[in-house]
């Protein structure tokens, strides 16, 4: 009887021991993995004999291939940034009501929704949008680029507000949601546009100055800027010891704001970086602050679209008017000169845009008639005019 409790006891710790060197052998091989992935690629060496193993690059797999569990829904928060110019009002007026239309759609994982009033007290439409005040940054620091001051305002809000939901939605007033938006991320990997004219390769020379080579190849970082952007807002301790994507534990918004702020503002002092970066400088810092925290992002190209380039609406979930539309009466492009037919938000610096603004004529691609008709539908609700 004595011999079998001893050899039950000598079970029960073989057991033991088993499940512990199966746990410490998969925890070292899955620091193996994460250590060594270089530049998204998803290769790994095995460490021994030199030997490449491929794995799938969730920058290529889109998250269409990855099964969730059914009904599951992963809700993000709608976060923009703005200031209290009369210009910005309007477009988050204009931003605010499509949200609300989207928010309720089938398949849309929208949740909560943030206006950041990065202007330091409040405004007249704090009863209308819900809102969250910072402080901008300190007088003269931005010289006059005042989109400075949205990462500085990320990195507050972050800091102080209750934010409900696990992940976020960085967008900017000037976006129409046009299509219910599901959540795109994936677990650790946030989704971002690739925009055309962010191209770190092209001036990696200047890239270099604040990722260094130490860090991975300059085609780390990715062609995006912070918006629009689904991401995780914080690390979990669950994650941390069980998730079943390890990458979570690198693919923090509240990580990366900081940095974000801190390459902003030193690429602004450099005079080449301020030169070659212009007005999307703020969009490279926020790519090279990802690089730096080995944070890669699902491309989606379906995410936005921007009008005139983009004619086709179809399936995509965000219009994006930050272009100048000008277009003869026959419908012809005249980008470059003022046409006969515009829209250009640009023009409404000082107010919203005037109730007897037409329709575009016929000819004009679906894309540009939908943000015309984005705005004709608002031509009812007072608080615009």
Known sequence: MIEKKNMMRASSLFLVLLALGFFFATYNLLSMVIHNRTGGSGRISDGLNGVSLTLPDPIIQMPGNVKRPKHAKLPFHVAVTATDAPYSKWQCRIMYYWYKKAKDMPGSEMGGFTRVLHSGSPDNLMDEIPTFVVDPLPEGLDRGYIVLNR???FVQWLEKAAIEEEYILMAEPDHIFVNPLPNLAHGGYPAGFPFFYIKPALHEKIIRKFYPEEKGPVTD???IGNSPVIIKKVESLVAKLAHENWSDLISLLEKI????MNVSLTMKDDTEADKAFGWVLEMYAYAVASALHGVHHILRKDFMLQPP?????GKKF???YTYGCDYSLKGELTYGKIGEWRFDKRSYLSGPLPRNLSLPPPGVPESVVCVSLSYHRLKTVAFLF
């Open 221 to 223: 970082v990715d062609p």
């Open 151 to 153: 990462p500085w305002a």
């Open 318 to 320: 965000i219009i994006h």
């Open 309 to 313: 380039w983009d004619l086709d609406v």
């Open 257 to 260: 704001a900081p940095t974000w």
